[in-house]
Nanobody
């Protein structure tokens, strides 16, 4: 089992940047595919970005492509989401998620595909 803790959220002006971190417990982090999701008030949780356990594959929602970058540091048991050119519509609670025992380049796009979730971190983008 793995525990996930997000950090790095906050209030930022439109056009600004934030870097979210998701620290994972356990010695098998390198075998977990990781994803970032977000949920805005009154909306369903949606996929933002994902990275395979090998790090060799990434995928982004169209709404963030070119602005957000997902990466992982297996030595630090941490996955990151670098968010640039932030927009007010990026305002949401951001969650990281993990899934083990998948193929090397697997990335899940649906929240039901992940087994473990963090508690979330709030990102607010002011216009």
């Amino acid at each position: 089992q793995v525990q996930l803790v997000e950090s790095g959220g906050g209030l930022v002006q439109a056009g600004g940047s934030l870097r979210l971190s998701c620290a994972a417990s356990g010695r098998t982090f390198r075998s977990y595919a990781m994803g970032w999701f977000r949920q805005a008030p009154g909306k369903e949780r949606e996929f933002v970005a994902g990275i395979s356990w090998s790090g060799g594959s990434t995928h982004y929602a169209d709404s963030v492509k070119g602005r957000f970058t997902i990466s992982r540091d297996n030595a630090k048991n941490t996955v990151y989401l670098q968010m640039n050119s932030l927009k007010p519509e990026d305002t949401a609670v951001y969650y990281c998620a993990a899934r083990a025992f998948v193929e090397r380049l697997w990335i899940g796009l649906g929240e039901y595909e992940y087994d473990y979730w963090g508690q979330g971190t709030q990102v607010t983008v002011a216009s």
